[in-house]
T-cell receptor, first 114, second 115 residues
């Protein structure tokens, strides 16, 4: 079974802090993704990566950065956390390639910025 | 631009009955895939079913089936014989084959199954 592991289920941080969310997958997937989920808005893509050290902006990259130094690990960084970044964050991974390639998700991190 | 629309924010269904969750999409790419995911209150996203744009038959997976109407650009999820454990949020998503695997998600539909 594919396993995507996010480092925390719940996290509380303060405004202005630098926040790291970690994600690890064990299926040798090329693609990794970070989404945020807000009520009524569905999932919105923040950043994704299709290879080590490669990254591309998604739909809402402002205020975030990412790091992919190893194939299995994809980190989301909030450079200076703000209250509007309070949200559910979901990491996903998939194989690169066309056709049927479902994304496999972690359990999510509920992040609160106070 | 590609877009996914789920017009039902919330739905109720009686246990053991069937329910249809609506999804419409918009894309100019002739090759694409449509996915449905389930998200229980615990938060994890569970892949349910997939339909490719060139698939001749509607996809089925156990109690889940996808009513794919290409001309109407709709991909509705049908859950037969609802169970209490089906209570969750359901997301429709689309992937265009020309991109690197990104999914575009709809807003989601919350389904509650009544005993």
């Amino acid at each position: 079974d594919v396993k995507v592991t996010q480092s925390s289920r719940y996290l509380v941080k303060r405004t202005g802090e630098k926040v790291f969310l970690e994600c690890v997958q064990d299926m040798d997937h090329e693609n990794m993704f970070w989404y945020r989920q807000d009520p009524g808005l569905g999932l919105r893509l923040i950043y994704f990566s299709y290879d080590v050290k490669m990254k591309e902006k998604g739909d809402i990259p402002e205020g975030y950065s990412v790091s992919r130094e190893k194939k299995e690990r994809f980190s989301l960084i909030l450079e200076s956390a703000s209250t509007n970044q309070t949200s559910m964050y979901l990491c996903a991974s998939s194989f690169l390639g066309q056709g049927f390639q479902p994304q496999h998700f972690g359990d999510g991190t509920r992040l609160s910025i106070l | 631009a590609q877009k996914i629309t789920q017009t039902q924010p919330g739905m109720f269904v009686q246990e053991k009955e069937a329910v249809t969750l609506d999804c419409t999409y918009d894309t100019s790419d002739p090759s694409y895939g449509l996915f449905w995911y389930k998200q229980p209150s615990s938060g994890e996203m569970i892949f349910l079913i997939y339909q490719g744009s060139y698939d001749q038959q509607n996809a089925t997976e156990g109690r889940y089936s996808l009513n794919f109407q290409k001309a109407r650009k709709s991909a509705n999820l049908v859950i037969s014989a609802s169970q209490l454990g089906d209570s969750a949020m359901y997301f429709c998503a689309m992937r265009e084959y020309s991109n690197t695997g990104k999914l575009i998600f709809g807003q989601g539909t919350t389904l509650q199954v009544k005993p």
